[in-house]
């Protein structure tokens, strides 16, 4: 089994800044695609910024202020979050692909999420 876990939300201002970290643990043998989404309230789950092999990609809405990067050998992956606005407030979830053995397919796995407040 695969664990993946959020950690670094909370309250900020307007402007402010946030690092969030996801990290995973368990069953790995690889890890693939790593993905921030969030969720803000009545709204639909959308996918916030992708980090793969071939690079990274960005939500038009944050691009520019959210920075997305991994650390292979910790297994985490991160979103350093800048200029925050109070429309970035949403429940930040992590997703990842991640096979267990190198004869297994990747699986897609969730974290629990971790809120973050962009409020004055």
């Known amino acids: 089994q695969v664990q993946l876990v959020e950690s670094g939300g909370g309250l900020v201002q307007p402007g402010g800044s946030l690092r969030l970290s996801c990290a995973a643990s368990?069953?790995?043998?690889?890890?693939?695609?790593m993905h921030w989404y969030r969720q803000a309230p009545g709204k639909e789950r959308d996918l916030v910024a992708t980090i793969s092999r071939g690079g990274t990609t960005y939500a038009d809405s944050v691009k520019g202020r959210f920075t997305i990067s991994r650390d292979n050998a910790k297994n985490t992956v991160y979103l350093q979050m800048n200029s925050l606005k109070p429309e970035d407030t949403a429940v930040y979830y992590c997703?990842?692909?991640?096979?267990?053995?190198?004869?297994?397919?990747?699986?897609?796995?969730w974290g629990q999420g971790t809120q973050v407040t962009v409020s004055s």
């Open positions: 368990g069953s790995i043998f690889s890890i693939d695609d």
């Open positions: 997703n990842a692909d991640v096979s267990s053995t190198p004869y297994t397919p990747y699986y897609e796995y």
